[in-house]
Every structure is written in C-alpha cells, then in structure tokens.
C-alpha cells in the first residue's frame, strides 16, 4: 500500500511544498520511503528528490521551497514488490527518446513478472526491483508514439491494481485501472489541481473534493485544462477494495462516495448486533484503527465505551512495518493499557481486522497483566484468510493468522475468552456499495480471474 499525490497549477506558482504537505497527509499509506518528482520549466528533464523514511526525515522542505515547479508528483511507499530500498523508491523517472516521464504508484500489477521477461529477452535494463518501472519501459519499446500515447498503450497490457500520478513532460496525468482496486481522487484549489490517493490529502492544502477518478479512467491535466480519456480494457465488474474501508483508509477520507468514518461506525454498530458481549462492562477500541468501530459497537449495543488502551502518538503503523521483528517489538512501545480502567473487569475490545495476530496477542498479554477479569475480542470485518495480490503485504497464507487457525484456536492462540468477527454481508451493508462493486478477495477468496496472473499477451 502507498500513497501518490500530484498537483499543476496552471498561472506557473510551484506547488512542490504543497506535494509535501500532501504526502504528510499520506503518511499512514507508507512509512518506508518518500519521494517528489517534478519537471523543468521546459518540460525536456525531470529531477527528483527521494530518501528512506518518513517524509520529515526523506525530504528537505526548505529545499523543495527553494524550487519553483509548477507541476509535480509525490509518493509515500510501503513496499509489496520490490525489496525497501532507495532503488525501489517512487516516484520511478526517466529522461527517454521522447521526452520525460515520472510515476508514482499505489497498488500491485500481478503480470508484471512476465513484462518485465519479455523485455529483458528484448535488451530492456531495469534499475530496481519494482513493478512500476515495467511501466515505463513499455512506453519505450513504443517510442513511435507520443507519450500519452505510449501511456495508454503500456497500461491497456496491466493487469492487477493501479493508480497512478504521472508527470509527462508538463502534463500531470492521474490513471487508475479498469477494476478501481485503490483509491484515487481529484481536487481544485482555485488555479491548482491536484490528484490524491485519499480526499484527507486535499484537505491540508486547502482543495475541494471534485470526484473520484473513475476505473479506467486517465485524467489529462495541462494548461488548457483538465480532459478525460479510457484505458482500452473492458472490465467485467469493479474491485474496490473493502480493506480501505476497514483499515487502510484515513477516517476523514471519502473513497467512491463513501465516509470512512460513517463505514467504520456501521461496521462496529453491525458487529454489536451480530455478535453481542452483553457480559463486558466496557468497550473499548483497539488504537487507532478500532476505535470507531468501537464506538459504533458501543452505542448500538448501549455499553459503556472507554479509551482503555492509550496509543503513543510518535509509533507508526506496526502492520506496514516491513519485517515481523519491528512489528512484534512495535507492539511494545506503541500500546499502553490503563490500569484503573481494567482492573477487575471484563472488556469488549474491537479490532478492525486480525491479519498476523502479532497485536491483537501482546495486548491481550497487557491487558490481563492489568487485572482484566475476561477480555473479549470483536473484530469488525470477516476472518482475512487469502493473500492480496493488489498491494497488501500479505503473500502467503502462512502469515495469516485465520488461514492457518480456525476462530476457536486462533481465541486460544491470542489468549481470548472469546473471539467473533463481523460477516461479509454486514461488511458490505456497511460500507453501502453494491457487491459487484467490492473486492473482498482477502476474506472470500474470489479474486480478479484467478489471482496471480504472470502470462504476457503483447
């Protein structure tokens, strides 16, 4: 999972610290490394600037405000293909025959292996590791072709999940695939516009939601104005995917039409009607991911909700840490229980989700350590039992916890004395859009034809 952010601003005013700002926004989207790309005033070269780490620590702002760069993109990454290195870092550039181009990039092309096969038997040369960067030598194995041209050509081959910003030359492009497996939206602040994997992301520089970018659209952004175009792909159905709405997502974002936070309020009020814990004396969330589900839980449920396990606020994401050792030791540090809350009682305590176990484990250490009477676990979607092929970091079922376990062994493996998860119809009632419209491969198993998809037809 990433996060791109793009801005152009048609009266010339450079918008580089406007991208950081949107990559602030994004942060939570991926923590391992940051990058921002722009254009000279000509158009013919593109410079980047890209470092490991959070954007605060990857990228100088004074720098970036010393620049004057009237369209830009920026990324924030979480690794799913490719290693976590600089190499892999976004956005991926080039300076080719026909001019130059840089891409950032949320999501997972699953025949990316097979394009990147074929060209190097062709003599193609690849810097990194990631699957992004097949999309740019496609467009140079086209290089008869003008840039957009050559864009749409090389993203009609994709299959899997894209959303993308783009600069070509001094065109910001926005493209998500044909299924809309990840967000992507446009905003307007008087002669700017901006593309942002979230909403959340427009709102720090002050920009209006217009809308989302449709699947399969690319949006065309210039100084003649904003123009749409289709990628050549006839999908069967959308996959939007459910886990933005559980977990990924920001709550004061709106994907597809949908608050995140209204989603995640039904979810927890939909989990409280279907699994009840009449017994608990409070409910509480998991920080922060199941705090409002917590809440939807507690006021449908008529319970008493308590902040009972304090989050410390400089500890980032410990599931989109890259290895299970920062993870496991992540857990340490980043939840603190309150004992005066606890002590004696029996506790409701919501999660958004159970993927490794690696947390929901060590808090329910903690919270008995603190003299917790019964600890009762309310998950607020279905069990994840399948790997995501579309830029989630689960690969293999050996690393998902309900894949391995059934529920009553996996209560026993956390240290439960009792374990329900919400089902995927209150799923989708919750989030409000139409089945065919949701990607719930990771709970269900119905992946986009098949899954992993490595054939290459050219």
């Known amino acids: 999972m990433c ?33 921002i790309a722009w254009n000279s005033e000509n158009g013919d070269e593109v410079n980047s600037i890209k470092g490991m780490g959070l954007v605060h620590i990857a990228l100088d702002q004074k720098q970036l405000a010393s620049i004057s760069a009237s369209s830009a993109i920026g990324h924030v990454r979480y690794s799913t293909t490719g290693s976590s290195g600089l190499a892999n870092a976004h956005p991926i550039t080039a300076n080719y025959s026909m001019g130059s181009v840089a891409i950032a990039h949320n999501g997972n092309i699953t025949n990316a292996t097979g394009i990147r096969n074929m060209l190097e038997s062709r003599g193609a040369i690849f810097q990194s590791t990631t699957d992004t960067e097949t999309i740019i030598h496609l467009m140079a194995h086209q290089s008869h072709k003008p840039p957009l041209d050559a864009l749409v050509d090389a993203l009609r081959r994709l299959k899997g999940a894209y959303s993308l910003a783009v600069l070509l030359g001094n065109r910001l492009v926005a493209a998500r695939d044909p299924w809309g497996f990840r967000p992507l939206v446009l905003g307007r602040r008087e002669d700017t516009t901006y593309v942002a994997s979230e909403s959340c992301a427009l709102d720090i520089v002050g920009a209006t939601l217009v809308r989302d970018v449709e699947p399969g659209e690319m949006v065309v952004i210039d100084e003649t104005g904003i123009k749409s175009l289709r990628i050549p792909v006839q999908a069967s159905r959308k996959y939007s995917c459910a886990f933005e709405y559980v977990y990924f997502a920001r709550p004061d974002s709106v994907i597809d039409g949908k608050s995140v936070y209204e989603v995640r309020k039904a979810l927890g009020c939909r989990l409280a009607k279907s699994s009840p814990c009449p017994s608990a004396e409070i409910v509480t969330g998991m920080p922060d991911s199941g705090t409002i589900a917590a809440m939807g839980f507690a006021e449908c449920s008529k319970q008493s909700y308590e902040t009972a396990i304090v989050r410390n606020r400089y500890i980032g994401r410990t599931f989109i840490q890259p290895t299970q050792r920062v993870r496991t030791l992540g857990v340490r540090i980043k939840l603190n229980p309150i004992k005066t809350l606890i002590d004696g009682r029996e506790l409701a305590v919501v999660d958004d989700s159970i993927v490794r176990g690696t947390t929901v484990k060590r808090v329910i250490s903690m919270i008995r350590q603190e003299g917790a009477a019964r600890v009762h676990i309310r998950i607020a979607s279905p069990p994840v039992r399948f790997p995501c092929y579309y830029g989630i970091d689960t690969p293999t079922c050996e690393e998902l916890a309900a894949a391995r376990l059934d529920i009553d062994t996996l209560r026993s493996e956390v240290g439960a004395d009792s374990l329900n998860y919400l089902g995927i119809g209150d799923l989708l009632s919750a989030i409000g859009l139409p089945s065919s419209d949701i990607c719930t491969a990771c709970f269900s198993g119905e992946y986009l034809d098949g899954g992993e998809d490595n054939g290459m037809d050219l």
């Open 3 to 35: 996060g791109v952010f793009g801005a152009f601003c048609k009266n010339g005013s450079s918008v580089l610290e406007d991208v950081y700002l949107g990559l602030y926004a994004l942060q939570h989207r991926g923590q391992e490394s940051a990058g």
